[in-house]
């Protein structure tokens, strides 16, 4: 909660001193600050193998820029914690279970193109995103005992940076907007995704399982804007 709350207060900086230097923008007008929220599903392949999914979450700061041919940019700043996890899935073996989690620090830049229905706008958007990881968490089971790994990004052999992709829809209201989308990381999940070595098990099997992986995203945003 406490690194939570120091990277809310960052963000806040940040977009302050962008907002304070767009020059063209009407405040509560063309340009709006606000809060939004995720609700994460997140999803990804160990090795040709479907993993379950969990729900997770994250939240952030968000500034929006509306022109005036329909077009919306929208920059945020977010903490958002993707997971996966994948039970028996080698069979004659021990293993039982492998858990991951990353909480990354994102940027995404949302460009959307709407139309306004003086209420309410329809819009819909794609996001490219960058993000870099502030937390992870591996945790490997077997039938005789159970390991887990915290923030050791080389033993785990987890990625520390993710970008790719989002696309969806959405509707913005004065003050509120709701959106659903798919977001798609590019880079593989494995730091070395070719690596055997390292005497690490979680090291090992992330290694394997892992190899030309990436996380797959379906998220709700609700956003709060002032």
Known sequence: MKRFS?????????L????????????????????????????MRYQG???????????????????????SVQPEILYNRKRAA?????????????????GYLEVPVMVSIGVDMGHHRPFAFLQPYFGY????????????????RHNKWDSQNLSRTEYGIGLGAGVDFRH????????????????LPNS??????????NSYTLKNTSYGSLQLVMGLFF
């Open 6 to 14: 120091i990277i809310l207060a960052l963000a806040l900086c940040v």
């Open 16 to 43: 302050g001193s962008f907002s304070a230097s767009a020059g063209g923008f009407k405040y509560g007008d063309g340009f709006k600050i606000g809060v939004v929220g995720i609700a994460d599903y997140s999803s």
């Open 86 to 102: 994948m039970a028996s899935f080698l069979a004659g073996t021990q293993l039982e279970k492998i858990n991951n989690m990353v």
């Open 196 to 205: 055997v070595g390292g005497a690490d098990p979680i090291y090992l099997i």
């Open 176 to 191: 509120l907007q709701f959106r659903i989308q798919y977001s798609k990381n590019f880079n593989p999940l494995c730091q």
């Open 133 to 148: 990881g502030i937390d992870c968490e591996s945790v490997l089971a077997t039938t005789t005992s159970r390991m887990e």
């Open 49 to 71: 193998y479907r993993p379950s999914a969990y729900l997770t979450g994250g939240a952030g700061l968000a500034a929006q820029f509306n022109l005036d041919c329909g077009i």
